[in-house]
């Protein structure tokens, strides 16, 4: 069994899930080695958990979508949704070896299994311990312009980290946005406004996502006011976007557009709710410092934030309900043209690096050298 297999399935059954016995798991395998869904099943079993398997296939999921029976889908749902509420853990592992192979399907398609589906994905996320997590392929590889070799080498580094080592610093600014009222975000083509007050916050490092290193929260929802430019490209429905600006009134999105700006307004109109936003988050994966149009790499880059139009976690609620949830990310650092985030008239985090001293064990210099 290949090393990086066994120490990457005890993360995500130990540290992300903490598996006990007799709490049953369902590992969802999508397009990835045969041996590393067996590393996990052992993993599991080491822990006294019962795994169940699920595999999927995206030329499979592509072909049953593309010419849809939405009773189908309906159908599935009822036992998919049964399923999961037999399970305590969900741990998901997602292999592409074409990230737009859904790209020539119908979003009016998409939307329909995206609806048919949503009370499954709503009770895996709030009843459940859930991780998820890519798997490295050369098509991930080519989208981080590296080679498969050294792209697998920062895979593994970055999935097997030490997460133990951003707990301090990620619950001071669990705590801060927590007690914050107004967030005022900073940066090129960015001025935007809007309350956090009463939501909450929740730390993120290693139990949902792996990568993981962020702190989310949600906006009050009519409170966000302003203009966002996201300068790290994004793919979502299998399809690419660049530069997407937004403009927002009484929180509400009235404006939308960037490189593929007809597709994103049909998104964006797939309900009410895809119009306005469902969290707000700060990212600082030490590890992470560039965009490779994967969210759940994309959204932990050090020095960025996400801004997610759609659905709201449980945890930090404002109240809005979507079928979308669309991480959207922008990149503050200095060679992204810089940016600030400042609480109630602080400011906290300057071009990519916190400020605020409590919060300086967040900077990449602690979280790599100490």
């Excluded at 737009?100 to 709030?126: H, I």
């Excluded at 966002?228 to 429905?237: E, F, K, M, R, V």
């Excluded at 939308?256 to 700060?282: H, K, Q």
Aim: aromatic share 10%.
């Amino acid at each position: 069994m290949e090393p990086n297999y066994s120490k990457l399935a005890k993360v995500l059954t130990g540290f992300s899930t903490n598996l006990q016995k007799g709490e049953r798991v369902l590992i969802d395998a999508f397009d990835i080695p045969q041996a590393m869904v067996v590393a996990l099943v052992r993993a599991a079993r080491e822990l006294g958990a019962i795994p169940f398997v699920n595999l999927q296939d995206a030329r499979i999921s592509r072909e049953l979508v593309n010419d849809i029976d939405v009773e189908q889908y309906e159908t599935q749902a009822t036992w998919e949704l049964a399923r999961m509420q037999q399970m305590d853990a969900y741990i998901a592992v997602r292999g592409s070896d074409n990230i737009f192979e859904m790209s020539d399907v119908d979003p009016a398609k998409v939307s329909r299994v995206m609806k048919a589906m949503k009370a499954v994905l709503d009770y895996r996320v709030n009843k459940t311990k859930w991780v998820i997590l890519r798997w490295p392929t050369p098509a991930m590889a080519q989208q981080a312009m590296m080679s498969t070799e050294s792209f697998e080498d920062f895979f593994f580094r970055v999935c097997t980290q030490d997460y133990s080592r951003m707990v301090k610093g990620m619950q001071s600014l669990e705590t801060l946005m927590a007690n914050t009222d107004q967030v005022h975000l900073k940066g090129p083509d960015t001025d935007l406004r809007f309350s956090i007050k009463g939501i909450g916050a929740v730390a993120c490092g290693g139990s949902h996502n792996i990568p993981d290193g962020e702190v989310f929260s949600c906006p009050v929802k009519d409170s966000v006011e302003g203009e966002i430019t996201y300068n790290a490209p994004t793919i979502y429905q299998g399809v690419s976007f660049d530069r997407i600006h937004l403009k927002f009134k009484n929180g509400k999105i009235v404006h939308a557009d960037g490189s593929n700006a007809e597709r994103l307004n049909e998104i964006l109109d797939s309900d009410v709710g895809a119009r306005y936003i469902g969290e707000f988050a700060i990212g600082f994966n030490p590890h992470i410092l560039e965009p490779m149009r994967d969210i759940l790499f994309d959204e932990k880059i050090a020095g960025s934030f996400h801004f997610t139009p759609g659905q709201a976690y449980e945890e930090a609620d404002n109240g809005n309900r979507s079928q979308v949830h669309w991480d959207m990310v922008q990149i503050q650092r200095p060679e992204y043209g810089g940016g600030e985030i400042w609480f109630d008239g602080e400011l906290i985090r300057k071009d990519g690096l916190f400020v605020k001293e409590a919060l300086k064990t967040l900077n990449p210099d602690y979280l790599l050298n100490g």
